[in-house]
């Protein structure tokens, strides 16, 4: 049974670093993983998609800020965040699926389907 589990969110200042952490269980063969988030009042973005060989693909509000790495060795995906902006206050949340093709571009429609989510670390930058 896959089961994602995030940690490592908190309360920073504005232009402060937080690095989330999902750990995976349950994942034996390819796929793709991701971190998402939402905002109140608003709908879920995707922030970057990373699959099993070490494609990515960032969102463009977040790149040169936010970096997605995995240690297959302990069954986690990380999200180093950099220059934190009060924009950045969301829920943060790992979701992953299988494998397919082209699920690292997924559009955010077709990641609704994935069928894997963790609760979610609540990230809040003040300024």
């Known amino acids: 049974q896959v089961q994602l589990v995030e940690s490592g969110g908190g309360s920073v200042q504005a232009g402060g670093s937080l690095r989330l952490s999902c750990t995976a269980s349950?994942?034996?063969?390819?796929?793709?993983m991701g971190w998402f988030r939402r905002a109140p009042g608003k709908e879920r973005e995707g922030i970057v998609v990373?699959?099993?060989?070490?494609?990515?693909n960032y969102a463009d509000s977040v790149k040169g800020r936010f970096t997605i790495s995995q240690d297959n060795a302990k069954n986690t995906l990380y999200l180093q965040m950099n220059s934190l902006e009060p924009e950045d206050t969301a829920m943060y949340h790992c979701?992953?699926?299988?494998?397919?093709?082209?699920?690292?571009?997924?559009?955010?429609?077709?990641?609704?389907?994935?069928?894997?989510w963790g609760q979610g670390t609540q990230v809040t930058v003040s300024s």
């Open positions: 979701g992953a699926e299988w494998w397919y093709p082209g699920c690292v571009s997924e559009s955010s429609e077709g990641v609704d389907s994935w069928g894997y």
């Open positions: 349950g994942f034996d063969s390819s796929y793709c």
């Open positions: 990373i699959d099993s060989d070490g494609s990515t």
